[in-house]
Structure formats: structure tokens, C-alpha cells
């Protein structure tokens, strides 16, 4: 099937994303507060070779060359997101105004260049001082968060009209507070039911904030999420693969469209009424005006014995003879138009927006150069198949590349580079790859027999 950008129609949204900790770098300047992930990345061995994002692409010091390159490549939308403790360094209280200086610095380009700002209010750098109370295991976090989303409110929401609420909850619960390998590095069951619980509250919560300052401004959150498949046709496969849906696919959403939590398919998460008060089944429930998917890959999934509480292990796709990433995820593209219609099979989902994909390849640099055609590949199957979903009458209304630069990727520090545009991180020189000029011309493109108007997608 060819395509082109005109069979999305004209009101698609196309973008790139980034989030502060992994590009801003300026990690303790003109007032910033830590955050978790300073903190975190700056303990011994707690990520890849102990890296850590002090500096990484420098987007601080560099935003008016950036954002002026993401004009140049004729991108017209970019999602960022902001660093709580760079405007609120104690992470409740006084603002540190110069925080609040940068990014209307970032908003204000970006409007003068017709870049339309979208703005992620939280991708997992909670301030420090708020960890050292709990963070999310504390449930003051939820006046915290919301006290945070207003001062967002007041000083941005004039001029910024997309927001969403959190970044991936299940990523930051789950690899921060059960298994311990992203920040705060914390483990065991009870502290993650306890942050999924108080994150799911502050989801919905913030999105009423936002409404509630800015009725006319459009809010969503965005969702991790995997196409699973059972590695055999059995019934303990199966079972298995329904646990872990439910998990890294459910568990967030449905409290969201007001389903609960989908406790039926995955039993353990009855735990999680420790934590729950009277009010909370509903106040867990908000109307979204915009679901943001985020998909990468698929897992195949067995049933193990070895696995506590979700008796499942994914099975690795190193050992499936299967196209693989930087990141060792499968190349799978059929997974984000699953995902599409597993989103929209919910009641009352008004529209999503692909607000994250992307992968990792090993890039060269040869002569001020990176032909990187497994990443443009990448990109043109996966944008095929939510076409594919459009077409078949999902609301699908954006499509965002993770990411625009190269930066740092959390506990794999810098080696996986996902970037259409490449960083020399000494140098902080940038170099356009192949991808992005594809990327680039392609969103440009009418459908004019310009080369790079038809996509002639393997
Ligand atoms: C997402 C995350 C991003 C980025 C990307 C690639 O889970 O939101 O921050 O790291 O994955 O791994």
C-alpha cells in the first residue's frame, strides 16, 4: 500500500516529542531543585556505565537552536515537558521564577516559528523534596500535583492550548517503584500499588485542573503500551498474556474511562483497595478530550512458574529470530494499529494521538552524515499502519516521533540513540539524519509526484 500525507487529511497532527530530564541538562541552574532522576542517575551504579543527564543535549542552553532546526525540517508541533522542580525547586511553594522565564522562552519560540507547544506536565523527574515525603507513595501527592498543575495553568495556559496530564504511569510505577531500576529505585509490591493508585488519582485530578483554568484548552494523558500475544497455544498462555494486558495495557485506562481497575483478569490487583478511600472510584474517572498512545513493540508472553505475583514471563525478542531495535524490542509495526483499536474499543474515547513512537538504531556519523534507513523504515511502517486504523473509522488525529534529538534514555543512558536528529554530546553539534529529512519532507509534502510525497511503504 502506498500512501501520502494527504490521506491523513489536513487537520492531522504531526510532531516530534522530548521530555526535560532526558534534553534539558542545566540540572542546578538559575534555581532548579533536583529531581528524582538526579538524584538517581547520579548514585553509582544505577544506570549504564553511571551516566547521567547533568548536561545531555544541553536543550537549556540550546532551545533557540533547536527549535529553529524542528522549523527548518518544517515540523509543526512539538511536545515537551516541564521539570516540576525547575519552577517549583521544593516541589510545593515558592516558584523560581527564572524556571518559569525558560520555558516561556521555549513557548514563545515556538508560537513565533508556528510551532504549536504541547506540553507534558509530568515525564518522571518528581521534585526530590517531594520524594524525601514519600513521592508517590505518599498520598498528599495528589494536592501536591494539583498545586503544581495550576501554577502550569497560571503562567502557561494563556498561550499553550494541548496538555497531558502524566507520561506513562505504568513505567515510572513499575520500573521506579517495583522493580527499582529507574527512579527513585524503589521495590516491592505495596510501594507500587500505593504510586499506581495515587498516580491514577492525580491523572484524572490534573485533568480536571487544567479544564478548570483553561475550559477551552484540550487535555489528554499518554499511555505505555504493547501489543501481547500468548507464546503458546495453551490455556496457561493465555492466561498469562491476559495478566500482563491487563497490566501494562489496562491499568491505568480503564480507572480513567471509569471501568475500575481490571481486577477480573488480574486478581492481585485486588491489593490495591488498601489504598483506595471513600470517593475515589470516582474521582479516579475523568472525560479526557484526547488519549495519547505510545507503542513500540509487542510482547509474547508465557506462563512461568518463576515469576511471582504474575506467574508470566515476556519472552525475549532475541530469541525469536525477529527484526530487533537498539533497544532489543521487536520491529513489529501491525502493534500500533492494534493498540489504536484497543484504545478505541473504550466508550466515549473522543480521540487519540499517537503522542510517542520511534526506535533506537546503532547510528554512524560518516562525513557530517547518518543514513539511517532502518529508523525511516521504521517510521514509514508504523505511520502506514495508523493509517491503516484511520481508515477503518478510528479517530486517530496525530502522530508524534520519540524523539526529535538524540538524549539520554533513562537506565540505558546514551547508548540507545533515538533521535531524527543527531547529538554529539561533547560538541552539542547537531546533525539532521536521513530520517529526519525524510520525516521532514514528508510532512511538508503535497501530493505533487515530489518524491518524497509518496510513500512506497514496505
Ligand atoms: C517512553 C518514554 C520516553 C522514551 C521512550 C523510548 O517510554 O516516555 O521518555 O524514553 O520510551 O524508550
Known amino acids: 500500500m502506498n500512501y501520502t500525507k494527504e490521506d491523513f487529511g489536513d487537520d492531522f497532527k504531526w510532531g516530534v516529542s522530548t521530555a526535560a530530564y532526558q534534553v534539558e541538562g542545566a540540572h542546578d541552574m538559575d534555581g532548579k531543585g533536583a529531581s528524582i532522576w538526579d538524584v538517581f542517575a547520579n548514585t553509582p551504579g544505577r544506570t549504564l556505565d553511571n551516566q547521567h543527564a547533568n548536561e545531555t543535549c544541553d536543550f537549556y542552553h540550546h532551545y533557540a537552536q533547536d527549535i529553529a532546526l524542528m522549523s527548518a525540517m518544517n515540523i509543526p508541533n512539538f511536545r515537551f515537558s516541564i521539570s516540576w522542580s525547575r519552577i517549583l525547586p521544593n516541589g510545593t511553594g515558592t ?24 506540553i507534558t506536565l509530568y515525564h518522571w523527574d518528581l521534585p526530590y523534596e517531594l520524594e524525601k515525603k514519600g513521592g508517590w507513595t505518599n498520598r498528599d501527592i495528589i494536592g501536591w500535583f494539583c498545586d503544581y498543575v495550576a501554577v502550569c495553568m497560571k503562567a502557561f495556559g494563556d498561550r499553550v492550548k494541548h496538555w497531558m496530564v502524566l507520561n506513562e504511569p505504568l513505567v515510572f510505577t513499575g520500573a521506579g517503584h517495583f522493580l527499582g531500576i529507574h527512579a ?4 516491592g509490591l505495596n510501594n507500587f500499588l500505593a504510586a499506581t493508585h495515587h498516580a491514577a488519582l492525580c491523572q484524572a485530578e490534573g ?64 491489593r490495591l483497595e488498601q489504598f483506595v478511600k471513600a470517593g475515589d472510584e470516582s474521582r479516579l474517572s475523568f472525560d479526557m478530550d484526547f488519549i495519547g498512545v505510545q507503542n513500540y513493540t509487542r510482547e509474547i508472553v508465557a506462563y512461568s512458574y518463576y515469576k511471582p505475583f504474575i506467574w508470566a514471563r515476556i519472552v525475549p525478542a532475541t530469541d525469536r529470530m525477529v527484526d530487533i531495535t537498539a533497544m532489543k524490542w521487536e520491529v513489529y509495526p501491525e502493534c500500533i494499529y492494534e493498540m489504536l483499536k484497543k484504545f478505541d474499543s473504550y466508550k466515549n474515547i473522543k480521540e487519540l494521538i499517537v503522542t510517542e513512537n520511534g526506535a533506537a538504531f546503532p547510528d554512524v556519523v560518516v562525513d557530517d552524515k547518518v543514513y539511517d534507513h532502518q529508523r525511516t523504515k521504521y517510521l514509514q ?13 478510528i479517530n486517530v488525529s496525530g502522530y508524534f516521533v520519540w524523539s526529535f534529538t538524540d538524549n539520554f ?44 510525497s509518496i510513500v512506497n511503504s514496505p
Open 95 to 118: 516558584i523560581n521564577y527564572k524556571g518559569i522565564e525558560f520555558y516561556n522562552k521555549v513557548i514563545n519560540f515556538c508560537l513565533e516559528l508556528g510551532i504549536e507547544p504541547w
Open 184 to 187: 527513585p529505585g524503589k521495590k
Open 207 to 270: 485533568g480536571r485542573v487544567v479544564k478548570d483554568f483553561l475550559p477551552n484548552s484540550k487535555v489528554g494523558s499518554t499511555f505505555s503500551c504493547s501489543y501481547i500475544q500468548p507464546y503458546r497455544q495453551t490455556e496457561r498462555d493465555y492466561l498469562a498474556a491476559k495478566r500482563v494486558d491487563a497490566l501494562v495495557n489496562r491499568l491505568f485506562i480503564e480507572p480513567l474511562v471509569g471501568k475500575g481497575y481490571p481486577v477480573k483478569d488480574f486478581k492481585l490487583l485486588q
Open 381 to 393: 511502517q508504523h505511520i502506514k499502519q495508523v493509517l491503516r486504523a484511520k481508515r477503518e473509522g
Open 409 to 452: 534514555e533513562w537506565a540505558e543512558g546514551y547508548q540507545p540513540r533515538f533521535g531524527l536528529v543527531h547529538v554529539d554530546f561533547k560538541t552539542q553539534k547537531r546533525i539532521v539524519k536521513s530520517s529526519g529529512k525524510w520525516y521532514g519532507e514528508f510532512v511538508k509534502s503535497r501530493a505533487d509526484n515530489s518524491p518524497w
